[in-house]
C-alpha cells in the first residue's frame, strides 16, 4: 500500500545553508553582502562603499542607535513598551553635556547615564506603579525631554562662554585608541606595523576591501565605542545566563509565574525601565561627546525610533540589536566623507539589488504582492540611479529613515516579542 | 451625595488635579530660577484678560485643537498616529502650491485648498496604515521615519523648484503667494460686535469656525454613528469588535486616514489667513502639541477644546515674560509637559478609583436584588 | 503527629461576596485530602490564602502544628508548600529549566546561574517521581499533560512536602487523570501530603483519602471517601440535587441550518489544523463537540464565525454559502456567537451595558437606525435583557467591569438570544460561573432549542455536553472521529476518542 521512498536527494546548497550554525550563516551572509557592494563599488567608480573610513565613521554612528536598542531590549524583556527613548535620549545629551563641562569626559559619561536614567524612573513610574498605559507615557516624556533641555540650557549655558540658549560650550570624547599590529596603532611611543593597510593599499579585488573593511573600526576607536560594545556583551551575559537576567525576562514573558514563585516582578520590571533609560542618557551622551562635539537642541534627529526599529529588526536580541544598529547606520556612515554624492548614489544601486533580492525570495515563496512591491521598488531605484550623477543633498539625510522602512516592510522574520510586553501587570491580579 | 454631583465631580478631579499638581511645580521651578511666581502669574492672567490676548490665544489654539482632533481619532482606535506632524506638513505645502497656481472665485478656492490639504495628508496617513495592515509594521516607528521622509526628503527635495523668485517674499522663502480669493476672511468683525475694536493689528482667525466645526463632527460621529461606535469598540477591545463584525484593517485603515485627513487642515491657519504661501518659516511643531492636548482633553472635542485653549494661553503667556523678563520663555514649556505627564497620570489614578467604586456598588446592587 | 496543615476560622471578603466565612480544615500528614465545592464556592480562594498569595481578614493557619503567617508564596514555599496552578503559570517561551528554576536559581559567584546544578537536581527529582521531561523543551512546544507535570516539578525541585492542586483534571482526558492519579500516589508513597481541589465527584471518590466539602464560603463537613457515596457529596455540595443538565425530549428536525463541508483551515505556520471536516446541524439540535483544547475546535470556530479564511472547503447558514462572507454579513444572516473568553472576546468592560448589549448587532434595529445608534432602542432592548435573562446589575449604565461572571456571561447569552439567531455558536457558555448562573443557561439554551435554535455547543465540561446535546461529534488532531449518541455515551470510550487512542493502529498524523 505504502510507495516505495525515493532515496535521499543529496541537500540542495541552500539546505546546505540552512544547516549552519546561526553565527556561521550570519557571517556568510555578510561577506556575500560585502562582495556585491564591492562589485558594485567597482561599477560605479566610487571607493567609499567599503573604505575603512567608511567603516569607522558608521560604526561610530551605530552606537547611539545600538546603547539606545540595548535600553530598549531591557525595557521590552521586562514587559515594558518604551517608546520614550528618544526623550531619555535628549535628557542624556543635555547631561551628558554638562557633566563633561563640569568634570571632564567621565562626568559626562555618568552625567548622562543619570540624566538618561531619571527619565526612565519617571516612566517606569507611571507605567508602574500608577498603570498609566505605557505608549501615552513614552509620548509623554517626548514632550518633555526637549522642554525641560531647553529650559536648562537657558538657565545653565547662557552665561557660558560659547555657550547659548541652544547650545553648550564645546566638549571633549574621552579619548581613542588605535589597534596595534592590525591597524598600526601606537605601542607605548613605538608605532607597530599595519598589516591590514598594507592589503588594503594592494587594490586586490575584494581582498582588499575585505581588509579595508575590518581595518576601518579599528583605527580611532573611541574608549567610549569599546564601552558600549562591552555593555553590549555584558547585557547579553546579564539577561541569558545570570539570576537577575531571567527573572527580568520571566517579568516579560509571564510575570504571574514569577510572582507565583516569590519573585518581586515589580523589582524588576522597574529595573529594566530605568536601566532602558540609562543607557539611552549614555547614547545621547555619546552623541555630545563622541559624535559632535557639543550639544545643541534637536541633536537626536529621530534615533530613538531607529534604535526601536533596530530592537524589532534584532527580534530582541542583543547580536541582532548590534546587525540592526550598523545597518541603519551604514547610510550615515557613507553619507559623512561623500563629498561629490557619488558613494550615497553607489547606495542606491546597492538598494536596488537588494530589493531585487528579496523580489526574488518572495517568487520563491509565492508571495507575489510582496515580490512586485520589492520588483516595482528596486526599479524605481535602479532607473533613479542612472540617471542621476550624483546624490542631492537632501538624499544623504533622509536615506536611513527610508533604509529603516524599507527594512522592516520586508523583514519577515518570526518575531518573539515577550508574551506579557505591553500587557499591565498588577500584583494579584490573576 | 447626589448622583449628578458626584459624577461632575469624578469627570473634573483628574484634570484639576493635575493642573494643581503642575502649578505646585512650576511655582517651584520659578522659585529656583529667582522669579517670584504670584508675581509671574499675576502678569499672565492680566495679559490674558485683554482682548488682544485672547485673540492671539485662540488664534493658537486653532491649530492645536485641530491637532487634537485628528489625534483623538487616532487614540480612540489605539493608534498612535506620531505621522501628524509630516502629514500636515505635506498637506500645507501641496495646499500652497495648488492654491497659488488657480484663482477661483472665493468660496470655491479656499474649499479647494482645503480639499488639497486634506487629500495629500490623508493618502500619507494611509501609507502608514497600509503598511501596519499588511506588513504589520509598528506605526509608531512608520509614521516618525515617513514624518523625516516628507519633511526632510519630499519637500526638501521640491522646495528648491517651488520658490516664488518674483521678489515677493520679502523675508523668508516660500512659494507663490495664493490670490485674495483664496484667503479666509477674519472674525474681528463678528467679535467687534460685543466688544471694543481689537487693536494692534490682531486678527482672530476665520479657520476658528472651521476648527469648531470639526469638533463638532467628530463629537456627533464618534458617539452617535455606527461607524463611530465601531471604531470606539475596535479602540477597547479589538478582539471583540472583530467577533462583533466589525473588519478590523478596514478600522486601521480607516481611522489613520481619517486622522491623515484632520490633520491636513492644521496648516490652514497659515495657509488661508496668516501667510497665504508655504514658507521656511512654517510653524512646527503642532504634531505633537497635537498628541498633548488630546491626552489632556481625554480624547473629547469639548476636553481638547479646553486643553487647546489652556494651551494656547500658556504659548501666548511665554511671550509677555519673556518681555518683562519676568521669567523665562521656557517656563511655559515645562509646564506645559509637566501638566500633560501629571495629567495622565492622574486620569488613571482616578480611573482605578471609579472601576473600584463601581464594581462595589454594582455587587452591593446585585445582592440586594438577589 | 501534628496535622499538615490547619486553618481555623478562616474568613476572607471582597467587594459585595464573602468569599470564605470561617472555614475549617484539619488536613493530616501523608494523607491524600479533596476540597470540593461548585464553581464559586470559595475554594481557590481558599488555597490562594494557604499559599501565601492572599491575605486572610481573619483565622489563623498551622503548619506542621508551627502557627504561621504567610504574606508572599516565598513564605509558603519555604514552609514546603507548594502549588500547582488550575491555570498554569508558565511562561511558554522559556525552557523547561528556566521555568522550574524561576525565583530559586542556584548561583555561582557573580550572580551567574550554575545550569549544571539545576539541571542535575531537576534530573533527580524527575527520576525520584517518576516524571518526566526535557528540561531543555521550550513550554510552548508541549502538550498539556507535560505542562502539567513541568508545574509538579516545579514544585517538587523546591522541596515541597505538602502539595496542593487546583482542579488539575479540568485539563485532562480520563487516561491522562489515570496517569496523573498513579504520579499523586507514587508522591503519597514518598511521603508528601496532597490537598486536591476538584468538584468532579467520581475522581474525587477515587484518589482522596478524606473530603471536605465547602459551599458559599463555608465548610460543610469533613467525611472519609471510603464511608460516602457520589449522591452523598453532591447533596453536601449543593444541598439539595445536583442541577444536571436532562435531555428531555429531542426537538430536531431535518432542516441544515448549518452545514460545514470538507473545511481546511490552516494555521500561521500554514499547518493544517482543521483537517476536512464535515457536519451539519439542524433546526431544533443541539450538536456538541468534545475533544481537548487544541486539536482545532478555535480554528473551526474563526472558520464558522468569519474571522479566518479557510483553506479550502464552505461553510453553509441556512442554505446560502457563508464561506467567504465578513463577520458582519453572517452576524446579519442569523448567526450567534458566544465566545470562549468573554472578557477576551465578548465584552467592552469598560463600556456601559447597553453598548455592550448593541456589539455584534449595531448595524440592526433596535440597536441602529440607518447610519446612527438608537440610544433609547439600546436602552430598551438592554432591559429587556436585563429582566428576562436575570442579569443582575442596578442599571444598564454601568460598565460591563464592574459585573460578576456570571451576570457578565448572562448579558452575553442574552444578547445573543435576543436578536433571535438561527444558528448559535457557543463555546464552553457556562466556564467559570457560579451554578444558579450555569443552570439559568442551561435552560435559555434548551428553551431556545425548543423554539428551533440551532446549537453548536463547544464544551470540556462532559457533563454539560452530554446533558445538552442531541448528538455529540469529537475532534482529534482537526478532524472529526466520531458521532456518538448521548444517551449511551461511555465516558471511557469518549476519553479513548478524545485521545486519539481508540483509531485502528493509533497513527499520529499530527
Same mark, same amino acid.
Given at each position: 500500500?505504502?510507495?516505495?521512498?525515493?532515496?535521499?536527494?543529496?541537500?540542495?546548497?541552500?539546505?546546505?545553508?540552512?544547516?549552519?550554525?546561526?553565527?556561521?550563516?550570519?557571517?556568510?551572509?555578510?561577506?556575500?553582502?560585502?562582495?556585491?557592494?564591492?562589485?558594485?563599488?567597482?561599477?560605479?567608480?566610487?571607493?567609499?562603499?567599503?573604505?575603512?573610513?567608511?567603516?569607522?565613521?558608521?560604526?561610530?554612528?551605530?552606537?547611539?542607535?545600538?546603547?539606545?536598542?540595548?535600553? !530598549?531590549?531591557?525595557?521590552?524583556?521586562?514587559?515594558?513598551?518604551?517608546?520614550?527613548?528618544?526623550?531619555?535620549?535628549?535628557?542624556?545629551?543635555?547631561?551628558?553635556?554638562?557633566?563633561?563641562?563640569?568634570? !571632564?569626559?567621565?562626568?559626562?559619561?555618568?552625567?548622562?547615564?543619570?540624566?538618561?536614567?531619571?527619565?526612565?524612573?519617571?516612566?517606569?513610574?507611571?507605567?508602574?506603579?500608577?498603570?498609566?498605559?505605557?505608549?501615552?507615557?513614552?509620548?509623554?516624556?517626548?514632550?518633555?525631554?526637549? !522642554?525641560?533641555?531647553?529650559?536648562?540650557?537657558?538657565?545653565?549655558?547662557?552665561?557660558?562662554?560659547?555657550?547659548?540658549?541652544?547650545?553648550?560650550?564645546?566638549?571633549?570624547?574621552?579619548?581613542?585608541?588605535?589597534?596595534?599590529?592590525?591597524?598600526?596603532?601606537?605601542?607605548?611611543?613605538?608605532?607597530?606595523?599595519?598589516?591590514?593597510?598594507?592589503?588594503?593599499?594592494?587594490?586586490?579585488?575584494?581582498?582588499?576591501?575585505?581588509?579595508?573593511?575590518?581595518?576601518?573600526?579599528?583605527?580611532?576607536?573611541?574608549?567610549?565605542?569599546?564601552?558600549?560594545?562591552?555593555?553590549?556583551?555584558?547585557?547579553?551575559?546579564?539577561?541569558?545566563?545570570?539570576?537577575? !537576567?531571567? $527573572?527580568?525576562?520571566?517579568?516579560?514573558?509571564?510575570?504571574?509565574?514569577?510572582?507565583?514563585?516569590?519573585?518581586?516582578?515589580?523589582?524588576?520590571?522597574?529595573?529594566?525601565?530605568?536601566?532602558?533609560?540609562?543607557?539611552?542618557?549614555?547614547?545621547?551622551?555619546?552623541?555630545?561627546?563622541?559624535?559632535?562635539?557639543?550639544?545643541?537642541?534637536?541633536?537626536?534627529?529621530?534615533?530613538?525610533?531607529?534604535?526601536?526599529?533596530?530592537?524589532?529588526?534584532?527580534?530582541?536580541?542583543?547580536?541582532?540589536?548590534?546587525?540592526?544598529?550598523?545597518?541603519?547606520?551604514?547610510?550615515?556612515?557613507?553619507?559623512?566623507?561623500?563629498?561629490?554624492?557619488?558613494?550615497? $548614489?553607489?547606495?542606491?544601486?546597492?538598494?536596488?539589488?537588494?530589493?531585487?533580492?528579496?523580489?526574488?525570495?518572495?517568487?520563491?515563496?509565492?508571495? $507575489?504582492?510582496?515580490?512586485?512591491?520589492?520588483?516595482?521598488?528596486?526599479?524605481?531605484?535602479?532607473?533613479?540611479?542612472?540617471?542621476?550623477?550624483?546624490?542631492?543633498?537632501?538624499?544623504?539625510?533622509?536615506?536611513?529613515?527610508?533604509?529603516?522602512?524599507?527594512?522592516?516592510?520586508?523583514?519577515?522574520?518570526?518575531?518573539?516579542?515577550?508574551?506579557?510586553?505591553?500587557?499591565?501587570?498588577?500584583?494579584?491580579?490573576? | 451625595?447626589?448622583?449628578?454631583?458626584?459624577?461632575?465631580?469624578? +469627570?473634573?478631579?483628574?484634570?484639576?488635579?493635575?493642573?494643581?499638581?503642575?502649578?505646585?511645580?512650576?511655582?517651584?521651578?520659578?522659585?529656583?530660577?529667582?522669579?517670584?511666581?504670584?508675581?509671574?502669574?499675576?502678569?499672565?492672567?492680566?495679559?490674558?484678560?485683554?482682548?488682544?490676548?485672547?485673540?492671539?490665544?485662540?488664534? &493658537?489654539?486653532?491649530?492645536?485643537?485641530?491637532?487634537?482632533?485628528?489625534?483623538?481619532?487616532?487614540?480612540?482606535?489605539?493608534?498612535?498616529?506620531?505621522?501628524?506632524?509630516?502629514?500636515?506638513?505635506?498637506?500645507?505645502?501641496?495646499?500652497?502650491?495648488?492654491?497659488?497656481?488657480?484663482?477661483?472665485?472665493?468660496?470655491?478656492? +479656499?474649499?479647494?485648498?482645503?480639499?488639497?490639504?486634506?487629500?495629500?495628508?490623508? #493618502?500619507?496617513?494611509?501609507?502608514? #496604515?497600509?503598511?501596519?495592515?499588511? &506588513?504589520?509594521?509598528?506605526?509608531?516607528?512608520?509614521?516618525?521615519?515617513?514624518?523625516?521622509? #516628507?519633511?526632510?526628503?519630499?519637500?526638501?527635495?521640491?522646495?528648491?523648484?517651488?520658490?516664488?523668485?518674483?521678489?515677493?517674499?520679502?523675508?523668508?522663502?516660500?512659494?507663490?503667494?495664493?490670490?485674495?480669493?483664496?484667503?479666509?476672511?477674519?472674525?474681528?468683525?463678528?467679535?467687534?460686535?460685543?466688544?471694543?475694536?481689537?487693536?494692534?493689528?490682531?486678527?482672530?482667525?476665520? +479657520?476658528?469656525?472651521?476648527?469648531?466645526?470639526?469638533?463638532?463632527?467628530?463629537? +456627533?460621529?464618534?458617539?452617535?454613528?455606527?461607524?463611530?461606535?465601531?471604531?470606539?469598540?475596535?479602540?477597547?477591545?479589538?478582539?471583540?469588535?472583530?467577533?462583533?463584525?466589525?473588519?478590523?484593517?478596514?478600522?486601521?485603515?480607516?481611522?489613520?486616514?481619517?486622522?491623515?485627513?484632520?490633520?491636513?487642515?492644521?496648516?490652514?491657519?497659515?495657509?488661508?489667513?496668516?501667510?497665504?504661501?508655504?514658507?521656511?518659516?512654517?510653524?512646527?511643531?503642532?504634531?505633537?502639541?497635537?498628541?498633548?492636548?488630546?491626552?489632556?482633553?481625554?480624547?473629547?472635542?469639548?476636553?481638547?477644546?479646553?486643553?487647546?485653549?489652556?494651551?494656547?494661553?500658556?504659548?501666548?503667556?511665554?511671550?509677555?515674560?519673556?518681555?518683562?523678563?519676568?521669567?523665562?520663555?521656557?517656563?511655559?514649556?515645562?509646564?506645559?509637559?509637566?501638566?500633560?505627564?501629571?495629567?495622565?497620570?492622574?486620569?488613571?489614578?482616578?480611573?482605578?478609583?471609579?472601576?473600584?467604586?463601581?464594581?462595589?456598588?454594582?455587587?452591593?446592587?446585585?445582592?440586594?436584588?438577589? | 503527629?501534628?496535622?499538615?496543615?490547619?486553618?481555623?476560622?478562616?474568613?476572607?471578603?471582597?467587594?459585595?461576596?464573602?468569599?470564605?466565612?470561617?472555614?475549617?480544615?484539619?488536613?493530616?500528614? =501523608?494523607?491524600?485530602?479533596?476540597?470540593?465545592?461548585?464553581?464559586?464556592?470559595?475554594?481557590?480562594?481558599?488555597?490562594?490564602?494557604?499559599?501565601?498569595?492572599?491575605?486572610?481578614?481573619?483565622?489563623?493557619?498551622?503548619? =506542621?502544628?508551627?502557627?504561621?503567617?504567610?504574606?508572599?508564596?516565598?513564605?509558603?514555599?519555604?514552609? =514546603?508548600?507548594? /502549588?500547582?496552578?488550575?491555570?498554569? /503559570?508558565?511562561?511558554?517561551?522559556?525552557?523547561?529549566?528556566?521555568?522550574?528554576?524561576?525565583?530559586?536559581?542556584?548561583?555561582?559567584?557573580?550572580?551567574?546561574?550554575?545550569?549544571?546544578?539545576?539541571?542535575?537536581?531537576?534530573?533527580?527529582?524527575?527520576?525520584?517521581?517518576?516524571?518526566?521531561?526535557?528540561?531543555?523543551?521550550?513550554?510552548?512546544?508541549?502538550?498539556?499533560?507535560?505542562?502539567?507535570?513541568?508545574?509538579?516539578?516545579?514544585?517538587?525541585?523546591?522541596?515541597?512536602?505538602?502539595?496542593?492542586?487546583?482542579?488539575?483534571?479540568?485539563?485532562?482526558?480520563?487516561?491522562?487523570?489515570?496517569?496523573?492519579?498513579?504520579?499523586?500516589?507514587?508522591?503519597?508513597?514518598?511521603?508528601?501530603?496532597?490537598?486536591?481541589?476538584?468538584?468532579?465527584?467520581?475522581?474525587?471518590?477515587?484518589?482522596?483519602?478524606?473530603?471536605?466539602?465547602?459551599?458559599?464560603?463555608?465548610?460543610?463537613?469533613?467525611?472519609?471517601?471510603?464511608?460516602?457515596?457520589?449522591?452523598?457529596?453532591?447533596?453536601?455540595?449543593?444541598?439539595?440535587?445536583?442541577?444536571?443538565?436532562?435531555?428531555?425530549?429531542?426537538?430536531?428536525?431535518?432542516?441544515?441550518?448549518?452545514?460545514?463541508?470538507?473545511?481546511?483551515?490552516?494555521?500561521?505556520?500554514?499547518?493544517?489544523?482543521?483537517?476536512?471536516?464535515?457536519?451539519?446541524?439542524?433546526?431544533?439540535?443541539?450538536? =456538541?463537540?468534545?475533544?481537548?483544547?487544541?486539536?482545532?475546535?478555535?480554528?473551526?470556530?474563526?472558520?464558522?464565525?468569519?474571522?479566518?479564511?479557510?483553506?479550502?472547503?464552505? *461553510?453553509?447558514?441556512?442554505?446560502?454559502?457563508?464561506?467567504?462572507?465578513?463577520?458582519?454579513?453572517?452576524?446579519?444572516?442569523?448567526?450567534?456567537?458566544?465566545?470562549?473568553?468573554?472578557?477576551?472576546?465578548?465584552?467592552?468592560?469598560?463600556?456601559?451595558?447597553?453598548?455592550?448589549?448593541?456589539?455584534?448587532?449595531?448595524?440592526?434595529?433596535?440597536?441602529?437606525?440607518?447610519?446612527?445608534?438608537?440610544?433609547?432602542?439600546?436602552?430598551?432592548?438592554?432591559?429587556?435583557?436585563?429582566?428576562?435573562?436575570?442579569?443582575?446589575?442596578?442599571?444598564?449604565? *454601568?460598565?460591563?467591569?464592574?459585573?460578576?461572571?456570571?451576570?457578565?456571561?448572562?448579558?452575553?447569552?442574552?444578547?445573543?438570544?435576543?436578536?433571535?439567531?438561527?444558528?448559535?455558536?457557543?463555546?464552553?457558555?457556562?466556564?467559570?460561573?457560579?451554578?444558579?448562573?450555569?443552570?439559568?443557561?442551561?435552560?435559555?439554551?434548551?428553551?431556545?432549542?425548543?423554539?428551533?435554535?440551532?446549537?453548536?455547543?463547544?464544551?470540556?465540561?462532559?457533563?454539560?455536553?452530554?446533558?445538552?446535546?442531541?448528538?455529540?461529534?469529537?475532534?482529534?488532531?482537526?478532524?472529526?472521529?466520531?458521532?456518538?449518541?448521548?444517551?449511551?455515551?461511555?465516558?471511557?470510550?469518549?476519553?479513548?476518542?478524545?485521545?486519539?487512542?481508540?483509531?485502528?493502529?493509533?497513527?499520529?498524523?499530527?
Amino acid at each position: 500500500m505504502t510507495a516505495v521512498s525515493d532515496p535521499q536527494p543529496s541537500p540542495t546548497l541552500i539546505e546546505r545553508y540552512q544547516g549552519l550554525h546561526a553565527s556561521l550563516r550570519w557571517m556568510l551572509v555578510a561577506l556575500i553582502g560585502l562582495f556585491v557592494v564591492v562589485v558594485v563599488q567597482s561599477i560605479s567608480g566610487t571607493e567609499l562603499l567599503t573604505a575603512p573610513t567608511t567603516t569607522q565613521t558608521t560604526l561610530r554612528w551605530s552606537i547611539p542607535l545600538l546603547l539606545a536598542g540595548l535600553g !530598549g531590549l531591557y525595557s521590552e524583556r521586562a514587559g515594558i513598551v518604551n517608546i520614550g527613548l528618544e526623550g531619555m535620549m535628549i535628557l542624556g545629551t543635555w547631561c551628558g553635556a554638562w557633566g563633561a563641562i563640569q568634570w !571632564g569626559p567621565w562626568g559626562g559619561l555618568l552625567a548622562g547615564m543619570i540624566g538618561g536614567a531619571l527619565g526612565g524612573l519617571l516612566h517606569a513610574i507611571a507605567t508602574i506603579h500608577f498603570g498609566v498605559d505605557q505608549i501615552v507615557s513614552g509620548v509623554a516624556i517626548n514632550v518633555l525631554g526637549p !522642554g525641560l533641555t531647553r529650559y536648562l540650557s537657558e538657565r545653565v549655558f547662557v552665561g557660558m562662554e560659547g555657550g547659548s540658549q541652544t547650545q553648550s560650550p564645546g566638549v571633549d570624547g574621552l579619548g581613542n585608541i588605535t589597534v596595534p599590529f592590525l591597524a598600526g596603532g601606537r605601542i607605548g611611543g613605538w608605532r607597530s606595523p599595519d598589516i591590514l593597510g598594507w592589503f588594503d593599499k594592494q587594490d586586490w579585488f575584494f581582498i582588499s576591501d575585505l581588509a579595508g573593511v575590518v581595518k576601518g573600526p579599528m583605527i580611532n576607536v573611541a574608549y567610549f565605542t569599546l564601552i558600549a560594545l562591552g555593555l553590549a556583551v555584558g547585557s547579553a551575559w546579564l539577561l541569558w545566563q545570570t539570576r537577575l !537576567g531571567l $527573572r527580568l525576562r520571566s517579568a516579560g514573558e509571564n510575570p504571574y509565574a514569577g510572582e507565583s514563585l516569590g519573585v518581586n516582578i515589580y523589582k524588576y520590571k522597574y529595573i529594566g525601565v530605568v536601566v532602558s533609560g540609562a543607557l539611552a542618557g549614555l547614547a545621547g551622551a555619546f552623541i555630545v561627546m563622541e559624535l559632535t562635539g557639543i550639544y545643541r537642541g534637536g541633536q537626536t534627529q529621530g534615533r530613538g525610533f531607529i534604535a526601536l526599529a533596530a530592537l524589532i529588526f534584532g527580534n530582541y536580541r542583543v547580536i541582532g540589536i548590534v546587525i540592526g544598529a550598523t545597518l541603519f547606520a551604514y547610510p550615515l556612515g557613507i553619507s559623512f566623507a561623500d563629498f561629490d554624492g557619488s558613494a550615497t $548614489r553607489a547606495l542606491l544601486l546597492v538598494i536596488a539589488l537588494a530589493m531585487g533580492v528579496v523580489a526574488t525570495a518572495a517568487i520563491r515563496r509565492e508571495r $507575489r504582492v510582496d515580490a512586485s512591491i520589492a520588483g516595482g521598488i528596486g526599479l524605481i531605484v535602479f532607473v533613479w540611479y542612472l540617471l542621476s550623477d550624483s546624490a542631492p543633498d537632501w538624499l544623504p539625510n533622509t536615506m536611513p529613515y527610508a533604509f529603516v522602512l524599507l527594512v522592516l516592510i520586508f523583514n519577515v522574520q518570526k518575531l518573539r516579542t515577550p508574551k506579557f510586553d505591553g500587557i499591565p501587570y498588577r500584583r494579584g491580579d490573576h | 451625595m447626589p448622583e449628578a454631583l458626584r459624577r461632575i465631580g469624578l +469627570v473634573l478631579a483628574a484634570p484639576a488635579l493635575a493642573f494643581v499638581f503642575a502649578l505646585v511645580v512650576a511655582s517651584l521651578v520659578l522659585q529656583i530660577s529667582g522669579s517670584n511666581s504670584i508675581d509671574t502669574y499675576r502678569t499672565m492672567l492680566e495679559n490674558g484678560s485683554r482682548l488682544e490676548t485672547m485673540v492671539d490665544m485662540l488664534n &493658537r489654539a486653532t491649530p492645536l485643537y485641530i491637532a487634537g482632533i485628528a489625534a483623538a481619532i487616532g487614540f480612540r482606535m489605539n493608534l498612535f498616529n506620531i505621522g501628524i506632524e509630516g502629514q500636515y506638513f505635506l498637506g500645507a505645502y501641496a495646499a500652497a502650491i495648488v492654491g497659488a497656481e488657480v484663482s477661483l472665485p472665493g468660496p470655491l478656492h +479656499v474649499a479647494l485648498i482645503c480639499a488639497t490639504a486634506i487629500g495629500v495628508s490623508a #493618502a500619507y496617513a494611509g501609507i502608514a #496604515a497600509v503598511l501596519k495592515v499588511y &506588513r504589520g509594521v509598528n506605526e509608531v516607528v512608520a509614521t516618525i521615519m515617513l514624518n523625516f521622509i #516628507a519633511i526632510g526628503g519630499i519637500i526638501a527635495a521640491t522646495f528648491p523648484h517651488v520658490i516664488d523668485r518674483s521678489g515677493n517674499n520679502a523675508t523668508n522663502a516660500g512659494t507663490k503667494q495664493i490670490d485674495e480669493s483664496g484667503w479666509i476672511p477674519d472674525l474681528n468683525g463678528v467679535v467687534e460686535i460685543f466688544t471694543r475694536d481689537i487693536g494692534r493689528g490682531r486678527q482672530l482667525t476665520g +479657520v476658528l469656525v472651521i476648527a469648531v466645526l470639526v469638533g463638532v463632527l467628530f463629537s +456627533v460621529w464618534i458617539n452617535r454613528t455606527r461607524l463611530g461606535y465601531d471604531l470606539r469598540a475596535s479602540g477597547m477591545n479589538p478582539l471583540a469588535a472583530r467577533a462583533g463584525g466589525v473588519p478590523p484593517a478596514r478600522m486601521v485603515l480607516f481611522a489613520m486616514i481619517a486622522s491623515g485627513a484632520v490633520a491636513g487642515l492644521i496648516g490652514m491657519p497659515e495657509i488661508l489667513s496668516d501667510n497665504h504661501s508655504y514658507d521656511q518659516g512654517f510653524v512646527g511643531g503642532l504634531g505633537f502639541g497635537g498628541l498633548g492636548v488630546a491626552l489632556l482633553g481625554r480624547n473629547s472635542a469639548g476636553g481638547i477644546a479646553f486643553a487647546a485653549i489652556l494651551f494656547g494661553f500658556l504659548d501666548s503667556s511665554s511671550a509677555v515674560l519673556q518681555v518683562s523678563g519676568q521669567a523665562s520663555q521656557s517656563i511655559v514649556v515645562i509646564m506645559q509637559a509637566t501638566i500633560l505627564l501629571a495629567a495622565v497620570v492622574a486620569y488613571e489614578v482616578v480611573n482605578r478609583y471609579r472601576q473600584r467604586d463601581e464594581i462595589q456598588r454594582a455587587a452591593m446592587a446585585a445582592e440586594v436584588s438577589a | 503527629m501534628a496535622p499538615a496543615i490547619e486553618l481555623v476560622g478562616i474568613t476572607k471578603r471582597f467587594p459585595g461576596v464573602v468569599a470564605n466565612d470561617d472555614v475549617n480544615l484539619t488536613v493530616e500528614a =501523608g494523607e491524600i485530602h479533596a476540597i470540593c465545592g461548585e464553581n464559586g464556592a470559595g475554594k481557590s480562594t481558599l488555597m490562594k490564602i494557604l499559599y501565601g498569595m492572599q491575605p486572610a481578614d481573619e483565622g489563623t493557619m498551622r503548619v =506542621g502544628g508551627t502557627e504561621v503567617s504567610f504574606s508572599s508564596p516565598t513564605d509558603a514555599i519555604d514552609a =514546603g508548600i507548594g /502549588m500547582v496552578h488550575q491555570h498554569f /503559570m508558565l511562561a511558554d517561551q522559556l525552557s523547561v529549566l528556566e521555568n522550574v528554576i524561576l525565583g530559586a536559581e542556584p548561583v555561582l559567584a557573580g550572580g551567574r546561574i550554575d545550569r549544571r546544578a539545576a539541571r542535575a537536581h531537576l534530573e533527580e527529582v524527575g527520576a525520584a517521581y517518576g516524571l518526566a521531561v526535557d528540561p531543555d523543551e521550550l513550554i510552548e512546544d508541549l502538550e498539556i499533560g507535560a505542562r502539567q507535570r513541568v508545574e509538579i516539578i516545579k514544585v517538587l525541585y523546591r522541596g515541597a512536602s505538602i502539595l496542593i492542586l487546583d482542579e488539575p483534571t479540568a485539563v485532562l482526558v480520563p487516561q491522562e487523570v489515570e496517569e496523573l492519579f498513579r504520579n499523586l500516589r507514587e508522591l503519597k508513597a514518598a511521603g508528601s501530603t496532597i490537598i486536591f481541589i476538584d468538584h468532579k465527584l467520581q475522581e474525587v471518590l477515587e484518589i482522596a483519602d478524606r473530603i471536605t466539602v465547602i459551599r458559599r464560603g463555608r465548610t460543610v463537613a469533613t467525611v472519609d471517601a471510603g464511608s460516602v457515596t457520589a449522591q452523598d457529596l453532591a447533596e453536601l455540595m449543593v444541598g439539595s440535587e445536583l442541577p444536571s443538565p436532562e435531555s428531555g425530549d429531542t426537538a430536531a428536525t431535518d432542516e441544515v441550518l448549518l452545514s460545514v463541508d470538507d473545511l481546511v483551515v490552516l494555521d500561521e505556520d500554514e499547518r493544517e489544523v482543521v483537517k476536512n471536516v464535515s457536519f451539519e446541524v439542524f433546526r431544533g439540535e443541539v450538536l =456538541g463537540v468534545a475533544g481537548i483544547e487544541g486539536n482545532g475546535q478555535s480554528e473551526l470556530i474563526d472558520a464558522i464565525i468569519g474571522t479566518v479564511s479557510p483553506q479550502q472547503g464552505s *461553510v453553509d447558514l441556512a442554505g446560502s454559502d457563508v464561506t467567504r462572507a465578513s463577520v458582519r454579513a453572517r452576524r446579519e444572516a442569523g448567526l450567534g456567537y458566544v465566545p470562549e473568553d468573554r472578557h477576551e472576546e465578548g465584552l467592552l468592560l469598560d463600556a456601559p451595558l447597553w453598548e455592550n448589549a448593541a456589539l455584534g448587532h449595531q448595524t440592526e434595529v433596535p440597536f441602529a437606525r440607518g447610519a446612527w445608534i438608537d440610544r433609547a432602542g439600546s436602552r430598551q432592548r438592554t432591559e429587556e435583557i436585563r429582566a428576562d435573562f436575570d442579569v443582575r446589575s442596578p442599571n444598564v449604565e *454601568v460598565s460591563a467591569r464592574a459585573l460578576s461572571g456570571g451576570n457578565q456571561q448572562k448579558l452575553i447569552i442574552g444578547r445573543e438570544m435576543a436578536a433571535e439567531p438561527r444558528v448559535l455558536v457557543a463555546a464552553h457558555p457556562t466556564r467559570g460561573i457560579d451554578v444558579g448562573a450555569q443552570a439559568d443557561v442551561w435552560n435559555q439554551i434548551r428553551a431556545a432549542r425548543g423554539e428551533g435554535l440551532a446549537t453548536l455547543l463547544f464544551s470540556a465540561d462532559l457533563e454539560e455536553l452530554i446533558g445538552l446535546s442531541d448528538r455529540i461529534v469529537v475532534m482529534f488532531h482537526g478532524r472529526l472521529v466520531a458521532t456518538l449518541d448521548p444517551a449511551e455515551i461511555d465516558a471511557r470510550v469518549l476519553g479513548s476518542y478524545m485521545t486519539g487512542a481508540a483509531l485502528e493502529g493509533g497513527a499520529d498524523d499530527a
